[in-house]
């Protein structure tokens, strides 16, 4: 757990107005998968450095969540960097029995920008799912 925490503050300072822009160039690296490219994983390295325990521990959690949660994040991902400007993303994780995510996207507005909360429930890491066939 305390290394899916870090990773979520490493995700949230990505995804931040100070850093958003670093993405916006690599968006397309969020896109969506295709059947050629279907071994795209979502944990490449581009914001948890590749070859660091932190990035095995990411690794091995987005290996546990299930394609279809995968896929919508990056989708979110995707979108988030193509609109001007690029859309802030908050990420959250708590525990859950099976994998879910919730998604909240606050309007810009006069005043202020808006942003996307993306939270992600899951088993803790590393605690296989008791009906699971894996």
Do not use: C
Request: charged share 20%; no cysteine.
């Amino acid at each position: 757990m305390p290394a899916l925490q870090t990773v979520i503050s490493e995700l949230n300072r990505a995804f931040s107005k100070e850093h958003i822009n670093e993405l916006v160039a690599r968006r397309e690296e969020f896109a969506p998968v295709t059947v050629v490219d279907e071994e795209k994983p979502l944990a490449r390295g581009l914001i948890v450095k590749q070859g660091t325990p932190l990035h095995t521990a990411w690794v091995e959690f987005l290996n546990s969540m299930p394609k279809s949660l995968q896929e919508a994040q990056r989708a979110i991902i995707y979108h988030a960097l193509g609109t001007k400007p690029p859309t802030l993303i908050t990420f959250a994780w708590m525990p859950g029995y099976d994998g879910a995510l919730t998604i909240t996207h606050a309007p810009d507005t006069k005043a202020t920008r808006g942003g996307i909360t993306i939270l992600t429930m899951s088993r803790y890491p590393g605690d296989k799912h008791p009906v699971s066939r894996s």
